[in-house]
């Protein structure tokens, strides 16, 4: 299966506010996939829609081959939220060991999971202190081991990266390309272009609609740019003129 | 399984939580004692002024001896008779000061008893009660009732009634006792005479035991209402509560992990209570602490599916407490926690039956007071499993809609 995510016409709206307006998306297998767009343009219903929490108006999405929502997803999903999302008055390993065992997830395998991610964050050692001791970058660390712990074929990141110092940011990119790499399909929102270009794929979302989808180059193409910037100026305008 | 998960977690989250920790242990024994303590005393040494003016002689006409003179020194033996704890007696010879005193607010009462006390009271308990006999110098006499009315002066009551609780306490100290010195005159006077009295517990039940059941019903729903919807609110501002709805759980295992975690504390806490109680206040608990547990356990599943609502409609833990409000303070007012049912005005009632502290409260009152089982209290058991049946459904479904609208 190459296609891991299938969306098409996907509407959701909040109190007769168009959130989402008839959305198409499709995600192939084992890439970094961004979500572009600006803040409201619907990415985070977007991906709350694809993990199950929100129902969608209308349109039909597909994971894995199942249609959303549907309970087998969830172990084959994992979720970083925009906020931390753990408990602050737990340790590093009591908030691992909590979500390995919603997961199901044996307790040796948790420990030996964790020990292992911890690893890949680069936070080995870390296990025993309290997460609320932690720094902000450290947390979101701990945040995507969290939603790795149960190997997820399907990665979602909301915004992974706000409020992050540059350098962390690059770290958590070169882990989701690691990631990649290792056969897991990341989608990942941003409204960072530079972060865009450290996709493989990307989409352009504005205002509940999807512009473009595409790698880069093609995008360029397509707009008629030099480089990114310019193409996501070029969509904008566009639109406006709509 | 995923549900025990949600229940450790819980419990382990709240057991590194000193403060919370020492709130749920404390605010039990807090309530208790403090109720305990300002609910369990009587009215003591209230002051009251005595004038004895009696000089403690009754002339009476015998069948013998024609009239003689006896000291029967009735107001004496009814100031010495008084309760000695409820009240601080002075005795002072000035009647009018003695009034102007109440008058002022100086004292609760004045009592003052004229000269011929004694002779009337003997004389008025020989018109009702006939004739009978006493030892006078060596030889028994036969006392003869009075020929002409004697209403003498009797004794007067000047009384500051500003305050029922102290009124009607100093009004029953003061007939008890009086009950008691005329019934050694005269036994026809005495109520017990005429009134063949039964008390089927033995006149122990205090109202200090009347209230109890209540009182440690709404300390649950207190305690059981907050620590539920505090700790949803606080799961879903903070994110974990999302987090949790992506994993492959259902709404129904999270909310059962909590329901199990928060019963898990309520009886802990409802032991304390009990424990405290009956120690400390020899509350009574005739009753087994088997179907008192029931009770409770269906009482606080039915409060945590309400704290799950509540949790729904709360955007943060302020407005979580003050919905909180809205709902304890009725349910205090209208549970006949502190007035029997049968006191409501009919236009109340339907709120009282609404209420379900309302069953909880009569049921543990039936099985502690009166040690009655399940098969006297099966409507109230049956309302309460209605309850926790009805709120869980409710907060299961609330939790779904928790998951979509994060």
Known sequence: MDRVLHVTGLRKSFKGRQALSGVDLTVPRGRVFGLLGPNGAGKSTLIRILCGLLRPDAGEAYILGWRVPNARIQSQIGYMPQETALYDDLTVDQNLRFFGELYDLPRSGIRERSRELLEFVQMTDRGDQRLGTLSGGMQRRVSLAVSLLHKPRLLFLDEPTSGVDPRLRRTLWDHFARLAEEDVTVLVTTHLIEEAVRCDMLAVLSQGRLLVQGTADEIRRQTGTDDLEDAMIALQEGEAAE | MKSLAVTKNILRRIGQDQRTLILIALIPLFFVLLYGYSFSGKPQHLRIILVNQDNGLASVRTAEVGRITLEMKIARQIIDGLDQELFDVVEIDDPDAARAQVEQGGTWAAIVFPQSFSHAVLNEALRVGGERTTTYGNRTVRLLPPTDATDGPSASLTLDDSNPMITSAILEGLKSTVERILAGQQRALSPDAVLQTRLLYGGSIRALDYTAPGIIGFAMTLITVMLTSISIVRERTAG???????????????????????????????????????????????????????????????????????????????????????????????????????????????????????????????????GFGPSEIVFELSVLAGFAVIMLGLAIVSMRRQAFSA
């Open chain 2, 240 to 370: 974990t509560l999302t987090r949790v709805l992506v994993a492959p759980i259902r709404p129904w295992q999270v909310t059962l992990g909590y329901t199990t975690a928060f019963t898990g504390i309520a009886l802990f806490q409802v032991g304390e209570l009990f424990l405290v109680s009956t120690l400390l206040f020899h509350i009574r608990f005739v009753g087994s602490p088997a179907w008192v547990a029931v009770i409770i356990v269906l009482f606080t599943v039915g409060l945590q599916g309400i704290a799950t609502l509540l949790s729904t409609v709360a955007r943060n833990e302020f407005q979580a407490m003050q919905f909180l409000l809205f709902l304890l303070i009725p349910s205090l007012m209208v549970s006949g926690v502190f007035w029997p049912l049968e006191a409501m005005p009919p236009a109340m009632r339907p709120l009282s039956y609404a209420s379900p502290l309302t069953y909880a409260n009569t049921a543990l009152r039936r099985v502690m007071l009166t």
